[in-house]
C-alpha cells in the first residue's frame, strides 16, 4: 500500500521532497516501484537515464538526480552516488573505477536506515585479483611465454602475490568494513575451537596438549601444501564458491575442477587457483571483461544482500531496493558505460537484482544511448499528456518490451533494461502542486521486529533469566540438578533444625551421606545417645552398594532383582537416628554382598532416606513407587522401621504400588493385620508387652496395693505411635496384673528435642504413695533425663523402684557407659534379637569380618556396640527373606509373585534364628518372633550392667514362663 503525507508549504524546498514538477513525479513513481519491490518477488528493475530536451537544462536535470537521491535517502533507502574517479586511460577502465568504489559499504547510507550495511565479498576479490595483477605489472605478461614450466612460473607469481595480499584488496584491513562473521568460513574454524575446548576439557593436560599441537601441525602442513599458500577455510567462502560456480567465468578450453568440497581441500584450493589465473589473464588483456565482472560481482552481491529466505532474513528487513544515482553520466567519467554494463550483464544472467538506478545525461549524450528502449508510442503523442501521465506511459512500455529486446548488445541491439525519460522545460521549474507526495509504506517489517538482533538480546536475557530462574528453582527442589534437568527421585526439604534434608531414592550420583553435616576437624566430638561405636559410615556403605549395583548391571543385566531400603539416613542432634539407618544399611548391605557371591539371582539395592526419624516417609515412600512404576525390576521394600501416624499411609501407597515390605524393626501390632504387603521380624508391642507382663507379675505383692502409673510421651503433636501403643498396651497389662494405676498415663512433652521431665519427676516422688512399678513409653534418648530427675527427687530416693520398658531400649548402652541407671531402680526392657544363642548356627559374624569396612575382633561378638542392638541382624535377615521370596527356582519374580512367595518364606540359621513367615497374617498370627528380656541395674561402682533374663532366638514358639524369666535369678 502506497501512504500519502503533506509537503511542508516552504520556498526553496525540503530536504528529501522535490522542488520541481518533475522530481515529484519521479520520486513517486520510484516508491510506486519501492512498494512493488515490497509486496512482489523480484519485481525488475530498470535503469532510469534522464535527459533534458534542450541542452540548457543539462544542469538541472543533474540537480534533479541530487533531488532524488536526498529524497530517497531520507526515506531510509540504501543509496549510493557514482564519484567521478576518472582512475584509467579508458572509458571502461574509468567505469570500472567507479564500480570498485561501490565496494565500500560506507557508500550506502546511513548504517541506521535500514538494518546492517551492505557487504560486497565478491566484489573484493574481484579487486584482489585486479590489484594483484596491477603490482605485478609488465613483469606477468598476459601469455606465459615458452614452455608449460614458464606457464607454471607465471601462475605462481600470481598466487604468490594474492597470498601476500592475503586475498584481499591493497589497503583493505582483515576486518574491514563488509565482513560477515556468519560465513561459513569462519562458522566452520570457530566450531572446531569451541569443539575442541569442550573435548578437552575434560580431558587430562597431557590430551590437551598433545591434540593442540597435533592441530598446529594439520594447519602447517595445510598452509604449505595449498596454492599460493591462501587463507585457511578460504575455500569455503561465498565469494569462493560464486567465483568456481558462475558460468560467466568458465572456460570451455579449460580442465582444471570446478567445484568445491569440504571434504577434498586440496583440489578445491587447485580449482580456486586455476580460476583466479584465468581472470587475471583476462584482466590484463583489458577489453569491456573487467567492467562487465565487477557489475556482476556487484549485482551478485547485493542480490545476496537482499535475499529473503536467509538465516537472518536479511530481505524482509530490507524492503527498499537500492539505488545507484549518477548526476553525471558522460563518457569522461565512464558513466555511459557503466549503464551500458548494468544492462549487458542483465541481459546475459536469468536472475533479477535488486539495484535500481538513476543517471542523469547531457542532451547531446543521448545518443550514445541510442540503443535504449524503442518508443512505441510517438512523441508528439506524448507530449500532449501531463508529465506524470507520460512517465506512467513510457514505465509501461518499457516493462512491455522488456522480454522481448532482451539480447546480447551490440552496436545495433537496443538496451532493454534502460528506460530514457526526456524531461521537457516546463517540469524543470518550482513544483506546482506541494500538497501531496506518494511514499511506500514505510512501517517497520515484521521481520525487522521478530527476527532482530534486539529481539534475539530480549529472547536470550528472557531465556536466560528462566534458565536461571528454573535452574536455581530445580536446585532449590531436587537433591541432583543440571541447568534444565533434575534427578526427580530424590526431593530436598527443610529440617527442623535449619538444615536441609535429601527425601527419597538415591539415583543417580546422589548420595545421602553428602547430606550430612561434615565434622570440623577443630570441634570436639560431641557424645552420641544409644549404640553409637560403628566402625563404618553411611558414605562407606553408600560407595560398597553403588560398586555391587554397577557390577549387576554390567555382568548381570537380565538376572537380578532390584530391593529398595528405607531408612532414616538424616542427622539429628543426638545422632541416635543417623545410627539406626547406618547399623540397618550395614545389614542391607551385608546380606547383597553375601548374595552376590553365591548365587545366580543377583541382588541390587536402591537405598531412600525418609528423612530424620523417618519423619518423611510418606515423600519417600511416593518417591519409591514413582520409581517402581518404571523399573519393574523392584521387588519390595526393606526397613520403614519406625512405627508412626503415617506409617499407615506410607503402607498403603507401596501397597497400591504392588510392594511388599519386609520390617526388621518395626514392632506396629495393627500393621500385619490391616495390609497384607506388611511382613516384620519385630516382635508385636502387645505381645512384647505380654512378656513384660511375666515381670510386672514377679513384681507384684498379692494381697498388697501397690501403686503402679505409666510415663509416656505425648503424641498429640508427634507422629510417634510405638509409645502410644506401648502406653496402651502397658496399662492394660498393670492393670491386668492387680497394680493401682491411675486411669490415664502421665504424659510428657518434648521442647528442643529434649524431653520435660523434671515437673513429672517432683509430682511422682513427692506423692504419699510413690509407685513401685512405672512402665516407661518413651524412647531411648528419653531414658537419661529420666534417671537424672529420679536421682535427684528425694521423695525417690532410697525407695526401690521397677521400670519397664519396651524394645527401644536395645539401642542404649549400658556396657561402655553412655546410659546409665539412677540408684535404686531396676531397669527391665524388652529386645528384639537374641544373637548369643543365635550366634552358634549362623555365619552371620563371619560375613561381618569378610565384607563390612572397618570391623575388627572387637567388633565381631554378639554384644559388640556395633551389633548388639539387632538393628544388623534384624536388617539383614529382612533383606535374605525378601531376597528368597524374589529369587524362587534360581529366577528373578516379578513383585506380585514375590509377595505371594514371601508367605512361605522358612529360612533357618539366620543371624536372629530361623526367619519363619509361613503363620504371618491373614493366615494366622505369627509365632516364632526373637526375644529378649533384661535386667539392668548398677553395681557397687555406680556402672549399670545389663543381664538377661531369658530369650528365645527366632522360629523357637516354646513360651515363656515366670520361672524361666526370674527376675532374682538372671540368666
Known amino acids: 500500500m502506497v501512504t500519502f503525507g503533506r509537503v511542508p508549504d516552504c520556498s526553496g524546498g525540503h530536504r528529501g521532497l522535490p522542488v520541481t514538477d518533475a522530481g515529484v513525479h519521479l520520486q513517486d513513481r520510484l516508491e510506486i516501484l519501492i512498494e512493488d519491490f515490497r509486496t512482489s518477488a523480484d519485481p525488475p528493475m530498470p535503469a532510469f537515464v534522464l535527459h533534458a530536451q534542450d541542452s540548457a537544462d543539462d544542469g538541472a536535470v543533474a540537480e534533479l538526480v541530487q533531488q532524488l537521491y536526498e529524497g530517497q535517502e531520507a526515506h531510509s533507502t540504501r543509496c549510493a552516488v557514482a564519484q567521478n574517479v576518472y582512475d584509467g586511460g579508458t572509458e571502461v577502465r574509468r567505469a570500472a573505477a567507479m564500480v570498485r568504489a561501490l565496494s565500500d559499504p560506507k557508500k550506502w547510507g546511513d548504517p541506521k536506515a535500514a538494518y546492517r550495511r551492505y557487504t560486497f565479498p565478491r566484489l573484493r576479490l574481484v579487486h584482489a585479483i585486479d590489484d594483484a595483477v596491477a603490482e605485478l605489472g609488465d613483469t606477468w605478461p598476459a601469455t606465459a611465454p615458452g614452455s608449460p614450466e614458464a606457464g607454471q612460473d607465471q601462475r605462481q607469481r600470481l598466487l604468490d602475490q594474492l597470498a601476500r595480499q592475503r586475498w584481499r584488496p591493497k589497503g583493505r584491513g582483515r576486518w574491514s568494513p563488509g565482513l560477515q562473521l556468519s560465513d561459513m568460513a569462519h562458522i566452520l574454524p570457530a566450531s572446531i575451537v569451541a569443539g575442541l575446548a569442550a573435548l578437552l576439557a575434560r580431558t587430562d593436560w597431557y590430551m590437551a596438549v598433545g591434540a593442540g599441537l597435533a592441530l598446529l601441525v594439520l594447519l602447517t602442513v595445510f598452509s604449505s601444501v595449498l596454492p599460493g599458500r591462501a587463507p585457511i577455510f578460504l575455500w569455503l567462502r561465498r565469494e569462493s564458491r560464486w567465483f568456481l560456480t558462475t558460468t560467466f567465468l568458465r572456460a570451455a578450453d579449460r580442465e582444471d575442477p570446478t567445484e568445491v568440497s569440504l571434504l577434498r581441500p586440496v583440489r578445491s584450493w587447485r580449482a580456486i587457483a586455476a580460476r583466479a589465473y584465468d581472470v587475471a589473464e583476462a584482466l590484463k588483456a583489458g577489453g569491456d571483461f573487467h567492467l562487465q565482472l565487477c557489475v556482476l560481482a556487484l549485482r551478485e552481491d547485493l542480490r545476496d544482500n537482499h535475499r529473503r529466505w536467509s538465516w537472518d532474513l536479511r530481505g524482509f528487513k530490507?524492503?527498499?531496493?537500492?539505488?545507484?544515482?549518477?548526476?553525471?553520466?558522460?563518457?569522461?567519467?565512464?558513466?555511459?558505460?557503466?549503464?551500458?554494463?548494468?544492462?549487458?550483464?542483465r541481459n546475459r544472467r536469468s536472475e533479477l537484482d535488486p539495484l535500481v538506478v538513476v543517471a542523469a545525461v547531457h542532451a547531446q549524450d543521448v545518443p550514445r544511448i541510442e540503443r535504449g528502449a524503442v518508443r512505441t508510442t510517438p512523441a508528439h503523442v506524448l507530449s500532449q499528456h501531463r508529465f506524470s501521465d507520460q512517465l506512467r506511459t513510457l514505465y509501461r512500455e518499457w516493462a512491455r518490451n522488456l522480454r522481448a529486446r532482451q539480447s546480447p548488445s551490440g552496436e545495433r541491439a537496443v538496451l532493454p533494461w534502460v528506460m530514457k525519460v526526456p524531461l521537457p522545460h516546463d517540469q524543470l521549474g518550482p513544483v506546482e502542486d506541494r500538497h501531496r507526495h506518494l511514499r511506500a509504506s514505510h512501517r517497520p517489517p515484521l521481520a525487522r521486529l521478530v527476527w532482530s538482533l534486539h529481539t534475539l538480546v530480549l529472547i536470550l536475557a528472557v531465556v536466560t533469566a528462566g534458565t536461571a530462574m528454573r535452574a536455581h528453582t530445580l536446585h532449590k527442589q531436587y537433591c541432583s540438578a543440571a541447568v534444565l534437568t533434575a534427578n526427580r527421585d530424590t526431593r530436598r526439604h527443610a529440617a527442623s533444625d535449619g538444615s536441609t534434608e535429601c527425601i527419597g531414592v538415591a539415583t543417580g550420583d546422589v548420595r545421602f551421606a553428602d547430606w550430612l553435616p561434615k565434622a570440623d576437624p577443630g570441634d570436639d566430638p560431641k557424645p552420641l545417645v544409644g549404640r553409637s561405636e560403628t566402625p563404618w559410615t553411611v558414605q562407606q556403605l553408600e560407595g560398597l552398594i553403588a560398586r555391587q549395583n554397577a557390577d549387576v548391571l554390567a555382568d548381570h543385566a537380565d538376572n537380578y532383582v532390584t530391593v529398595v531400603y528405607a531408612g532414616p539416613l538424616s542427622h539429628d542432634p543426638d545422632g541416635s537416628s543417623l545410627v539406626k539407618g547406618a547399623q540397618e544399611l550395614a545389614g542391607v548391605y551385608l546380606a547383597q554382598a553375601v548374595i552376590n557371591k553365591g548365587s545366580s539371582v543377583r541382588l541390587r539395592v536402591l537405598v531412600a532416606n525418609g528423612g530424620l526419624d523417618l519423619g518423611r516417609q510418606v515423600e519417600m515412600a511416593n518417591a519409591i513407587a514413582s520409581y517402581a512404576a518404571h523399573d519393574p525390576t523392584v521387588v519390595g521394600v526393606v526397613g520403614a522401621g519406625r512405627d508412626l501416624k503415617s506409617s499407615r499411609e506410607t503402607t498403603r501407597i507401596l501397597m497400591k504400588a504392588g510392594l511388599p515390605i519386609v520390617s526388621g524393626t518395626n514392632s506396629a501390632t495393627y500393621l500385619p493385620h490391616e495390609y497384607a504387603n506388611w511382613f516384620s521380624l519385630a516382635a508385636p508391642d502387645q505381645w512384647q508387652v505380654r512378656q513384660l507382663g511375666l515381670i510386672a507379675a514377679q513384681l507384684r505383692t498379692q494381697g498388697k496395693q501397690q501403686h503402679a502409673l505409666v510415663l509416656a510421651r505425648d503424641t498429640t503433636e508427634t507422629p510417634d505411635m510405638y509409645t502410644q501403643e506401648q502406653a496402651r498396651y502397658g496399662q492394660a497389662m498393670l492393670k491386668a496384673h492387680g497394680f493401682t494405676v491411675p486411669p490415664k498415663p502421665r504424659l510428657y512433652k518434648r521442647d528442643g528435642g529434649r524431653p520435660e521431665l523434671r515437673r513429672h519427676a517432683r509430682q511422682i516422688c513427692q506423692n504419699a504413695t510413690v509407685p513401685s512399678v512405672i512402665y516407661f513409653a518413651?524412647?531411648?534418648?528419653?531414658?537419661?533425663?529420666?534417671?537424672?530427675?529420679?536421682?535427684?527427687?528425694?521423695?525417690?530416693?532410697?525407695?526401690?523402684?521397677?521400670?519397664?520398658?519396651?524394645?527401644?531400649?536395645?539401642?542404649?548402652?549400658?556396657?561402655?557407659?553412655?546410659?546409665?541407671?539412677?540408684?535404686?531402680?531396676?531397669?527391665?526392657?524388652?529386645?528384639?534379637?537374641?544373637?548369643?544363642?543365635?550366634?552358634?548356627?549362623?555365619?552371620?559374624?563371619?560375613?561381618?569380618?569378610?565384607?563390612?569396612?572397618?570391623?575388627?575382633?572387637?567388633?565381631l561378638a554378639p554384644d559388640s556396640p556395633a551389633l548388639a542392638s539387632g538393628q544388623t541382624a534384624l536388617a539383614h535377615d529382612a533383606t535374605q527373606a525378601l531376597y528368597d521370596a524374589a529369587s524362587r527356582d534360581d529366577k528373578p519374580q516379578s513383585r506380585a509373585l514375590t509377595w505371594v512367595n514371601l508367605r512361605t518364606v522358612r529360612i533357618p540359621n539366620m543371624a536372629t534364628g530361623t526367619i519363619d513367615f509361613t503363620t504371618a497374617p491373614p493366615y494366622g498370627d505369627r509365632t516364632g518372633h526373637s526375644i529378649v528380656l533384661k535386667k539392668v541395674r548398677r553395681n557397687g561402682d555406680g556402672i549399670a550392667e545389663p543381664d538377661v533374663l531369658c530369650s528365645r532366638v527366632a522360629g523357637d514358639t516354646t513360651a515363656l514362663t515366670e520361672t524361666e524369666c526370674d527376675i532374682k535369678d538372671p540368666k
Open 318 to 345: 530490507r524492503p527498499r531496493p537500492p539505488m545507484l544515482f549518477l548526476p553525471h553520466a558522460d563518457e569522461h567519467n565512464g558513466g555511459i558505460e557503466l549503464i551500458r554494463a548494468v544492462n549487458d550483464v
Open 778 to 859: 518413651g524412647r531411648v534418648e528419653d531414658l537419661d533425663p529420666l534417671m537424672n530427675q529420679l536421682s535427684r527427687e528425694p521423695g525417690c530416693s532410697g525407695k526401690p523402684i521397677a521400670i519397664l520398658t519396651g524394645d527401644d531400649l536395645s539401642k542404649a548402652d549400658f556396657l561402655h557407659g553412655r546410659n546409665r541407671v539412677a540408684p535404686e531402680v531396676t531397669l527391665y526392657h524388652a529386645a528384639l534379637a537374641e544373637l548369643e544363642k543365635a550366634s552358634v548356627q549362623t555365619d552371620f559374624y563371619a560375613d561381618v569380618a569378610r565384607h563390612l569396612p572397618g570391623v575388627t575382633g572387637q567388633h
